[in-house]
């Protein structure tokens, strides 16, 4: 990780994409071939390589400054 700004930004893409994914789930439980939900889903899939490569960055941080970035980001 370069620096502490972009530690911040994969915690918030993180953050994001944990809170998509949950909303997709939901959604795949009620209606999981609806073509809104297929799009979404699709969507969220696209955008999987940038969130792998941030959770790679964060997990090699040490376990003080996951809990301090998440802190801040409260």
Known sequence: MANAAEA????????????ELKKLGVLLEVCPFSPDVVAAMRTYLARAEPV?????????LPSE???SLIGQLR
Do not use: C, M, P
């Not at 792998?52 to 090699?60: C, L, P, T, V, Y």
């Open 65 to 67: 400054t996951h809990r």
């Open 52 to 60: 792998q490569a941030a959770f790679d960055r964060f997990s090699a």
């Open 8 to 19: 911040k930004e994969d915690v918030v893409l993180l953050i994001d994409a944990r809170r």
